[in-house]
Nanobody
Framework: QVQLVESGGGLVQAGDSLRLSCAGS????????MAWFRQAPGKERDFVAS??????????RYADSVKGRFTISRDNAKNTVHLQMNSLKPEDTAVYYC?????????????WGQGTQVTVSS
């Protein structure tokens, strides 16, 4: 079992930056693929970014809508994954979820956090 707890959400203005964190506990964190998803009101949950386990090279992947603005990183020593969000836009407003899976580049994730709200005002 893996438990995930997100933090760092809040209310910011367009153009601001925000850093989300996801603390993991349970199975060896370093061996898991970690990802961020988001869900805006009335919409489906969408993929934002992912990072593979470090031993596989730590490959990162991003949704087109956040490329060049968001950066995912992991600190295996602290069992934490971060999402640095720069140049935020109102359309980035959503609940952001951290996810983990034991497979590399999975299509579905087995573990989810409770989410943290990010609101970007114009």
């Amino acid at each position: 079992q893996v438990q995930l707890v997100e933090s760092g959400g809040g209310l910011v203005q367009a153009g601001d930056s925000l850093r989300l964190s996801c603390a993991g506990s349970g199975r060896p964190f370093s061996t898991y693929t970690m990802a961020w998803f988001r869900q805006a009101p009335g919409k489906e949950r969408d993929f934002v970014a992912s990072i593979n386990p470090s031993w596989t090279g730590g490959t990162t992947r991003y949704a087109d809508s956040v490329k060049g603005r968001f950066t995912i990183s992991r600190d295996n020593a602290k069992n934490t994954v971060h999402l640095q969000m720069n140049s935020l836009k109102p359309e980035d407003t959503a609940v952001y979820y951290c996810a983990a899976d034991s497979r590399t580049s999975p299509k579905e994730y087995g573990y989810w956090g409770q989410g943290t709200q990010v609101t970007v005002s114009s």
